[in-house]
């Protein structure tokens, strides 16, 4: 069973310039979850997309945003880049049982903003 | 209070031994936890998770869980230098939401 894919693997960026990351959920599931990890700092909730829509948001500034597609692969855009914007963006499907809520990562886009 | 907490370590244990990993929570209305394996530079890999009282083993890892106490654990015996990787503890607060902590760096040694 192929896992959660994101591309690119690194994308280098211009201070103001948008970022667009993408994912595609491991089959059958219909949940992806987004994640910010800066160097050295913890997983940092972004975005959650459900059967299509934005379920819940973590606490950032509305530049970042996302969509879901009707295959359940997403999007997340990050308008305005800037420079703390470097870090691992991750992304994570569940299945849509939602008993436990377990979550699977897949590799994450390293974006570096300069 | 954080949420979820860990110690960030590292946590040193000698090839062969068992390593302890603990994890607290602040929400007692949570009803699963999980263990994650991240090694630097990678995503994190999901280990096990748990979501009754009591000790749910897998191979070389044992996950414990007290609700009571909002305390969840992870062994991991007869550790081996593969095992050196941060260990990130992740608790199902409010639905489908996993809150992380910040991860607890273990290093087996030779």
């Known amino acids: 069973e192929a896992g959660v894919t994101q591309s690119p693997t690194h994308l280098i960026k211009t201070r103001g310039q948008q970022a667009t990351l993408r994912c595609s959920p491991i089959?059958?599931?219909?949940?992806v979850y987004w994640y910010q990890q800066a160097l050295g700092l913890g997983l940092q909730f972004l975005l959650w997309?459900?059967?299509?829509?934005?379920?819940n948001r973590g606490n950032f500034p509305p530049r970042f945003s996302g969509r879901q597609f009707p295959n359940y692969s997403s999007e997340l855009n990050v308008n305005a880049l800037e420079l703390e914007d470097s870090a691992l963006y991750l992304c994570?499907?569940?299945?849509?049982?939602?008993?436990?809520?377990?979550?699977?990562f897949g590799p994450g886009t390293r974006l570096t903003v300069t | 209070q954080k949420e979820v907490e860990q110690n960030s370590g590292p946590l040193s244990v000698p090839e062969g031994a068992i390593a302890s990993l603990n994890c607290t929570y602040s929400?007692?209305?949570?009803?699963?936890f999980f263990w994650y394996r991240q090694y630097s530079g990678k995503s994190p890999e999901l280990i096990m998770f748990?979501?009754?009282?009591g000790d749910k083993e897998d191979g070389r890892f044992t996950a414990q869980l007290n609700k009571a106490s909002q305390y969840v654990s992870l062994l991991i015996r007869d550790s081996q230098p593969s095992d050196s990787a941060t260990y990130l503890c992740a608790v199902n607060i409010a639905a489908s939401k996993l809150t992380f902590g910040t991860g607890t760096r273990l290093q087996v040694t030779l």
């Open positions: 748990i979501y009754s009282n």
């Open positions: 997309y459900d059967e299509g829509e934005e379920r």
């Open positions: 994570a499907s569940s299945p849509p049982d939602r008993e436990y809520y377990e979550q699977y």
């Open positions: 929400d007692r209305g949570s009803q699963s």
């Open positions: 089959s059958g599931h219909t949940s």
